[in-house]
């Protein structure tokens, strides 16, 4: 007789598996459809939000009424850096917005403070909007404070190279993140205990194949159905609204990387939910519990910075805070693994906690 081969039943559940999934309305609708839609809308609306960071050279004064006055600006954030070197590379990657040094005339025929303001084609929609805030702000100080000279301060703008920052570079990878965490959730927790629930792992064990085998095979349809939904979010971006790739294929190779990398851990919760449930109708309540915050928290449509203080450090412990960051900085900085260490480093750290949980809870019959 023939020796049972193991990979060959694996890949046979896998196909099964996989021609379920494309049947299942609920799982074409969040990994490809809401996604789409999304992706859609905000790649033709574009535009930015109208939170400013302003950072400061370290040689600038402050000791003057236009520090002063900026300080006060709701909606600017003043930003330092340890160098300065460190501040211009966050301007040309777009996480700041302009870089401004304030310094005293030493020519009392002048204004008594230039303004050197420096933007990037990263963020020159905001660099824009600062350019304007801080010539308002220098007529009002010029027109109460009237020196002998004539004028209080005076901005010299110029513009450094960067990359040109647009709405699809923040809501692609999020929406890629959300795509990726409803199949790992919501398809994993169903299916298993569906699985469950109509003796098919029963019948499989009545089979010569080893438990590995069978996770590994379901495991391997996701991630085929999760890829494929991937390339076609990144394709559409790329290809319809500009979605920034900065090393081409290559950065879209690592981008599905990190996809995979996150659909194992996000199994993990799709596991402990299907263990833990004692009927189909509390699969949706378990899933929205774990889904949901993250959605709503995890930069998936807005900064996190865009939330109250109190709750930010909440959306800093989220896995899907850390996936949606490290495929933004892959994507548009064109990061590597060392970039983004401390990224997956807690990625890991939650898979490994997921899969401890779902080893507890998981039940095969």
Known sequence: ?????????????????????????????????????????????????????????????KNNPVYRQLKAIQGIQLMEANSDNELYTELEKGRIDAVITIKTNPDSAGPLYFLDMQTSAASMDKGSVLKSV???????????????????????PSQVKGRKYSMID??????????????????????????????????????PIQKPFILMGEALSRLV??????IFIISIGYFAFGFTLVHGLLTALFMLLLAAM???????????????????????????????????????????????????????????????????????????LYDISFHLLVIILWGIAAYALAVKFFRWE
């Open 134 to 156: 801080l010539e308002n702000l220098i007529n009002q100080l010029n027109l109460k404070d009237m020196q002998p000279s004539g004028l209080v301060a005076e901005l010299r």
């Open 262 to 336: 996150g659909l194992l851990v996000f199994m993990g919760f799709g596991f402990i939910i299907s263990g833990l449930a004692k009927n189909e109708s509390m699969i949706p309540p378990l899933a929205n519990l774990i889904t949901l915050p993250q959605f709503l928290l995890s930069g998936t449509f807005f900064p996190i910075e865009s939330f109250p203080s109190w709750l930010q450090p909440l959306c800093k412990i989220l896995p899907l805070t850390y996936l949606n960051d490290a495929l933004r900085k892959v994507a548009f900085e064109g990061a590597g």
């Open 1 to 61: 007789m023939k020796k049972y081969k193991q990979l060959y039943a694996m890949l046979a559940i896998s196909k099964a598996s996989f021609r379920s999934i494309t049947r299942s309305p609920s799982a074409v609708v969040f990994t490809l459809l809401f996604p789409l839609i999304f992706i859609l809308v905000f790649g033709f609306l574009g535009g930015n939000s109208l939170n400013l960071d302003l950072g400061i050279h370290s040689t600038s004064e």
């Open 225 to 230: 159905f999760a890829m494929l939904g991937a």
């Open 170 to 207: 923040f809501i692609l990878p999020g929406q890629l993140g959300f795509s990726i965490l409803s199949t790992g959730v919501f398809g994993t927790a169903f299916v298993f205990f569906n699985l469950r629930q109509t003796l098919v792992i029963k019948r499989f064990f009545a089979t």
